[in-house]
């Protein structure tokens, strides 16, 4: 993490610098598997990669808990610091939240940029922030990780506001840098309150309409569906935290005109500072009537994934909402599980299968779609539209079907 945080003003991505390379540092640990490290540490590179870095090699160690200094041990430690001088790496990547005083001391031996699995999603957030909204959220989101840790790595933020009438008596600097950040703080959430109090408003003036969200891990495909389901030109990469900004469209099946979202994805390790921050932007999930719940598939840990959206969804009381797991990639997962030699009926059997195993696993009306091929999308949306219709007749009782 960068120690010039120019405070008042919105963060700009630090860790964005062509080729950069990377070192991953994890701990197996009594409540981490080895392979549930290596599992987050796969995710931890698809982060770096976001990010604009490159990971040339993963540290891993195993430790009852980490350690108070450097998060590994000493030795360890110090074959980091080897192979940092001699691969010229320029940033050390740590699967775990730092302590203020554990990344000075590490920086002090490496000699080179270190950060944490936090900054480093704060780090892609801000550079996809568009909107007031989330650029707001998004520095909220920095100072409030900042704050506890000003002691380990103080940056002298009262040189930016002037000494004269910021210092009380006996004050030490450390406490004036608190104070001042403390009401950069209050502001941003002065002015995060106005910008939700608008955004609820735009909300209140789109009608009667039934509203349909997009809610899933980050990276499963919800921004590639919304441009098919909405036929818009929403931005979509195979990258993570892709779409941060909340895009709404009308969309139309038949006579059902309804409100399509795509909102921001979920990941293992969220931050608990960037989901308090980030609430407001999941309004527009916890407005809304239904839910498609999309999955990546093809992931091996899409279990995992499905868990942590359903927790997310639980934190902001939207599990009773009515839902569609919509279970994306479905060419990628051929690909990865399917003999070459399997016939095409047997992969129906099998496919139809897994359909209805999904279905009674989740308890969940559930459908096998790719939405890079389109396979399956008239079904979806039949099945899209027969719940938004649904939903119609209970809100409007006593109006026409005809919409």
């Given at each position: 993490?960068?120690?010039?945080?120019?405070?008042?003003?919105?963060q700009?991505?630090?860790?964005?610098?062509?080729?950069?390379?990377?070192?991953?540092?994890?701990?197996?640990?009594?409540h981490?598997s080895?392979?549930?490290?290596q599992?987050?540490?796969?995710?931890?590179?698809?982060?770096?990669?976001?990010?604009?870095?490159?990971?040339?090699?993963?540290?891993?160690?195993?430790l009852?808990?980490?350690?108070t200094?450097?998060?590994?041990?000493?030795g360890?430690m110090?074959?980091?610091?080897r192979y940092?001088?001699?691969?010229?790496?320029?940033?050390?990547?740590?699967?775990?939240?730092?302590?203020?005083?554990q990344?000075?001391?590490?920086?002090?031996?490496?000699?080179?940029?270190?950060?944490?699995?936090?900054?480093?999603?704060?780090?892609i957030f801000?550079?996809?922030a568009?909107?007031?909204?989330?650029k707001?959220?998004?520095?909220?989101a920095?100072?409030q990780y900042?704050?506890?840790?000003?002691?380990g790595?103080?940056?002298?933020?009262?040189?930016?506001?002037?000494g004269?009438g910021?210092?009380?008596?006996?004050e030490k600097?450390?406490?004036?840098?608190?104070?001042?950040?403390r009401?950069?703080?209050s502001?941003?959430?002065?002015?995060?309150?106005?910008?939700?109090?608008?955004?609820?408003?735009?909300?209140?003036t789109r009608?009667?309409?039934?509203?349909v969200a997009?809610?899933?891990?980050?990276?499963?495909?919800?921004?590639?569906?919304?441009n098919?389901?909405?036929?818009?030109?929403?931005?979509?990469?195979?990258?993570?935290?892709?779409?941060?900004d909340?895009?709404v469209?009308?969309?139309?099946?038949?006579?059902?005109?309804?409100?399509?979202?795509d909102t921001?994805?979920?990941?293992?390790?969220?931050?608990h500072?960037?989901v308090?921050?980030?609430?407001?932007?999941?309004?527009e999930?916890?407005?809304?009537?239904?839910?498609?719940?999309?999955?990546?598939?093809?992931?091996?840990?899409?279990?995992?994934?499905?868990?942590?959206v359903?927790q997310?969804?639980?934190?902001?009381?939207?599990?009773?909402k009515p839902?569609?797991?919509?279970?994306?990639?479905?060419?990628?997962?051929r690909?990865?599980?399917?003999?070459?030699?399997l016939?095409a009926e047997?992969?129906?059997?099998?496919?139809?299968?897994?359909?209805?195993?999904?279905?009674?696993?989740y308890?969940?009306?559930a459908?096998?779609?790719?939405a890079?091929?389109?396979?399956?999308?008239?079904?979806?949306?039949?099945?899209?539209?027969?719940?938004?219709?649904?939903?119609y007749?209970?809100?409007?009782?006593?109006?026409?079907?005809?919409?």
């Open positions: 993490m960068s120690k010039d945080w120019n405070t008042g003003k919105h700009q991505s630090n860790l964005k610098k062509e080729d950069e390379k990377a070192v991953l540092v994890g701990l197996v640990t009594q981490q080895d392979e549930k490290v599992e987050y540490l796969d995710e931890l590179e698809f982060l770096a990669l976001t990010a604009g870095a490159v990971t040339t090699k993963r540290f891993v160690q195993k009852e808990r980490p350690d200094r450097y998060f590994v041990g000493k360890k110090e074959e980091i610091a940092v001088d001699e691969h010229q790496i320029d940033l050390v990547i740590f699967d775990d939240d730092l302590s203020g005083k990344q000075h001391l590490i920086e002090e031996v490496l000699k080179i940029k270190v950060v944490d699995r936090s900054t480093l999603i704060l780090d801000a550079s996809r568009q909107t007031a909204q989330a707001t959220q998004v520095e909220l920095q100072l900042l704050l506890p840790r000003l002691r790595m103080w940056t002298h933020l009262e040189r930016q506001r002037g004269i910021m210092r009380g008596p006996g600097e450390i406490e004036t840098d608190r104070r001042i950040v009401d950069i703080i502001g941003l959430k002065k002015d995060l309150e106005k910008i939700e109090r608008q955004a609820h408003t735009q909300r209140k009608g009667e309409m039934i509203r997009l809610v899933g891990y980050t990276n499963v495909g919800k921004s590639t569906l919304m098919l389901l909405s036929k818009s030109e929403v931005f979509a990469e195979n990258k993570l935290f892709a779409t941060l909340t895009t469209r009308k969309v139309v099946f038949g006579t059902m005109p309804f409100l399509l979202s921001v994805g979920f990941i293992r390790k969220l931050p500072h960037l308090e921050s980030f609430k407001s932007t999941l309004d999930v916890r407005e809304s009537d239904i839910l498609l719940h999309l999955v990546d598939f093809s992931h091996p840990q899409y279990e995992d994934h499905i868990a942590t359903n997310t969804l639980q934190d902001i009381d939207c599990r009773d839902t569609l797991l919509v279970f994306n990639k479905i060419d990628a997962y690909e990865r599980n399917f003999d070459e030699m016939d047997t992969k129906a059997n099998i496919e139809q299968e897994l359909t209805e195993n999904l279905r009674n696993k308890d969940s009306d459908i096998l779609i790719s890079i091929t389109g396979e399956n999308i008239p079904t979806l949306k039949d099945k899209i539209a027969e719940m938004v219709e649904k939903q007749m209970i809100r409007y009782p006593y109006k026409t079907n005809n919409w």
